[in-house]
């Protein structure tokens, strides 16, 4: 799970130095992975070239400043973010890589699962590895195969048939000046062509500044880069890739914090615009329509996604239950083995990942089509992965999302699933076109409703600090139903970002066995969703008689609510609830986070986008 990225500028263009532009995209990709970052320059001199790599432990930031990286100069080079798999952060393990002359750089994202067997054949060959990394092969492989007579390109054709695992590779060689090699599998990986300047990466917000025209690479697709030009070659044949080009309307500007101090303020604060789009947009895409009747016509439908994604399957199991009648057999994704001897030919998954790669999904969804399953995916990237191997595609609009903890995108994906549960239960008979209407009218109310987060933000700073003060390590999330769902989502934010055990169930289960754990003082959060306030009352009065110190966030119904702490939303109906009632929960973990001097864009041990197993 790391961030890669490859530039190459023509000399006399854009100021003659593609440093700056590197540093910037590496910047941008530092939400992949934040142990340690590093860059490899090709620098030109009297006609022959030769590599120089920088890279150390630490954050982009720190290993620019340690280097002065950012008053090098070069046409060509690579850079990489970390996030650890083999081997500990470390300056020695941060990449690029080289092979054993230093002519060869690698800076990888993936996992080569047969790097052991190809380590121990290298090193029987005279090999000197000097890192713990599975990619370090890559480059001694690389050396290899050129040293028994291949050039550059047919040695990556050889070498992606070598390699097992995910990768998405950048190389940079010495002998060939000016271009970046690249090879693909599994792990993302785009080109941006411009006119004297070319770039690969990880992601496509970090090639904006780039290029806004856009190539998606795919699975064991490699080639090469020049300044303005890109080569992708597939089993030793040339692609054409000029009819895949695609034009990325997002603003740089979204990708930067805006004035707020954090990226996850930024991109609460950023919902109600979040949802607005994602519903028009849903409104006028024929895939939302292609997709629900695919569901309709299902013999059972399946839904998976990890982490929020997974919490928003468990909204869309409710509303299919509601509007359409229909079962959902929802499943965390990385548990999809579990499903494999059940799925069969005429059911239908629901795959929800905001990235399009988290690879447990894709692993899911790889596994229901093989056994005879289609595949609807709900995404926020075009052109990801995810949506290119699923049947169809229903794009939610929230922009890019920097922070590490899910919030404008949980958001969305509840817009795109409601609405695709009330077409299901249209295309079912159960549902007329003045249901469907009233629901999309409700949605349209989530964004006034996402507009919480600004009101309440003082008060929800106030209640993490009260909770702080009380010495708070441990506390519940529960509500019932819809509410469940969300104190879950609530629940991983609390976890994430503020380091606090946080457990969610619904409200109900307390008297089965968790009650036992209240005590004086202890924190229990109601999340309070319309229609089932007097049995959450209950539930309150329970734990009140235990010491627990109760805190309701829910929509104004809840104002008699037996608690010691309310936060009241406004008054929304089921659809609109969670646009209204998830901004201050999100903004509670933030505060828990912050207050206690935590980053809460950069979680320890996490990255945003998990595309290992
Ligand atoms: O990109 P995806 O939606 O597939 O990511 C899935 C999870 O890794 C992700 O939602 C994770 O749980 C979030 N960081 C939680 O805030």
């Keep these: 799970m790391c961030g890669i990225i490859g530039v ?5 263009c ?12 590496l910047r941008r990709l530092e939400y992949r992975g934040y142990d340690s970052a590093g860059v490899a320059l090709q620098v030109c001199e009297d006609g022959s070239c030769s590599l120089r790599v920088y890279k150390a432990k630490g954050k982009v930031e720190e290993v620019i400043a340690r280097y002065g990286l950012d008053k090098l100069e070069a046409l060509t080079g690579l850079g990489h973010t970390r996030w650890a798999t083999h081997g500990p952060p470390s300056d020695v393990n941060a990449h690029p890589h080289l092979d054993c002359r230093g002519e060869i750089a690698v800076v990888h994202n993936g996992i080569i699962k047969n790097y052991a067997s190809l380590r121990k054949m290298l090193e029987e060959k005279g090999h000197v ?6 990619t370090e092969v890559v480059a001694h492989l690389l050396e290899e195969l050129v040293a028994s007579g291949m050039g550059m390109l047919e040695a990556l054709g050889e070498l992606v048939k070598l390699l097992e695992g995910s990768f998405a590779l950048a190389i940079l060689y010495a002998r060939d000046p000016g271009r970046i090699y690249f090879a693909r599998r599994e792990s993302p990986l785009y080109a941006a062509i411009g006119e004297c300047v070319s770039a690969v990466s990880s992601d496509i917000p970090s090639l904006l500044h780039i290029s ?3 190539v998606a690479v795919e699975d064991d697709e490699y080639g090469y880069i020049g300044p303005g030009t890109l080569e992708l070659y597939r089993d030793g044949r040339r692609v054409d890739w000029r009819t895949r080009v695609k034009r990325v309307e997002w603003s740089v500007e979204e990708a930067s914090k805006g004035g707020y101090p954090h990226y996850m303020l930024k991109e609460i604060m950023e919902q109600p615009r979040a949802v607005y789009e994602t519903l028009v947009g849903l409104l006028e895409d024929p895939a939302a329509v292609e997709a629900a009747g695919l569901l309709a ?6 839904a998976t996604g990890a982490g929020t994604s997974y919490h928003a399957t468990l909204v869309f199991k409710h509303f299919m239950h509601v509007y359409a009648a229909t079962p959902v057999y929802d499943y965390i994704s990385s548990e999809h083995e579990e499903y494999e001897s059940v799925i069969r030919e005429g059911d239908v998954l629901v795959a929800v990942s905001q990235s399009g790669e988290t690879l447990d999904t894709l692993a899911a969804v790889k596994a229901a089509k093989a056994r005879g399953a289609r595949v609807v995916a709900v995404t926020n990237v075009v052109g990801s992965t995810l949506s290119r191997i699923a049947d169809v595609t229903v794009y939610t609009r929230a922009g890019p999302e920097i922070g590490v903890a899910a919030t404008k995108t949980f958001l969305t994906q509840l817009v795109a699933l409601t609405y695709l549960a009330a077409l299901v239960g249209r295309e079912t008979g159960r549902l007329d076109e003045g249901d469907v209407g009233r629901i999309v009218e409700s949605l349209r109310r989530g964004r006034e409703a996402a507009r919480s987060a600004e009101r309440l933000n003082p008060h929800i700073k106030l209640l993490a600090s009260i909770l702080l003060r009380g010495r708070t390590r441990s506390m519940f999330l529960l509500g019932r139903l819809l509410g469940a769902h969300l104190a879950r989502e609530a629940a991983l934010k609390v976890k994430e970002i503020a380091y606090l055990h946080a457990e969610a169930y619904p409200a109900g289960e307390s008297k089965h066995g968790p009650i036992a754990l209240v005590e004086d003082g202890f924190p229990v959060l109601f999340v309070g969703t319309p229609g089932v306030e007097k049995r959450l009352y209950s539930n309150m009065e329970e734990m009140k008689a235990r010491g627990a110190k109760v805190i309701v966030v829910g929509v104004d119904s809840y104002g008699d609510a037996p608690a010691d702490y309310k936060l009241l939303v406004g008054s929304y109906d089921e659809v609109a609830a969670p646009y209204a009632l998830m901004p201050p929960l999100q903004l509670l973990a933030y505060h828990l986070a912050v207050l206690q001097g935590y980053d809460p864009d950069k979680p320890r041990n996490l990255a945003k986008t998990v595309t290992v197993e």
């Design 14 to 25: 854009l100021g003659g130095n593609a440093v700056p532009l590197l540093l910037e995209g």
């Design 297 to 302: 016509g299902a013999s059972r439908v399946y």
């Design 129 to 134: 590895f000097r890192s713990e990394t599975d």
């Design 212 to 214: 806004r025209d856009i």
């Design 8 to 12: 190459t500028l023509r000399r006399g």
